[in-house]
């Protein structure tokens, strides 16, 4: 299994209305190391949700049900590919961006290494990490 990390602006798509809708397309990716991570993905990989822009946070946990396939709103151009996501639950407290740049754990992720990337790998040590934060009481 693998571990990855979406982001959307809760203005564009959030948490919220993933779970109300049940199950998302991830499309519009054009950036070709995004996509790329799109293909990568695989059927029961787990993938934290994370607002960007404005709560800068992980705030959830979906998992992949459908592997890449052709963008359908962009279908005269083959190179863009889309996954379709399921939300399994929000985290107990989201995880601030704040909070990951404070941990000495987290210094290598992706997220704060590429902060413009939209779809990245995360690593297992580094999931179970962000997931123990969430269970943790805000100091």
Do not use: C
Request: aromatic share 8%; charged share 25%; hydrophobic share 45%.
């Amino acid at each position: 299994m693998n571990y990855w990390l979406v982001k959307s602006e809760p203005d564009t798509y959030s948490w919220d209305r993933f779970v109300r809708e049940g199950k998302a397309v991830w499309d519009g990716v054009r950036n070709y190391q995004a996509r790329n991570n799109l293909k990568a993905m695989q059927t029961g990989d787990q993938v934290l949700f994370y607002h960007s822009v404005t709560k800068q946070a992980v705030v959830g946990l979906a998992i992949v049900v459908r592997e890449a396939y052709p963008d359908p709103t962009v279908p005269d151009d083959p190179r863009w590919v889309v996954v379709e996501l399921e939300p399994v639950m929000a985290l107990d407290k989201p995880v601030t961006l704040a909070q990951l740049k404070a941990e000495p754990l987290l210094g290598h992720m992706a997220l704060l290494r590429q902060s413009r990337l939209s779809v990245m790998p995360v690593r297992p040590d580094e999931f179970e990490l962000i997931l123990a934060m969430a269970q943790q009481p805000v100091a």
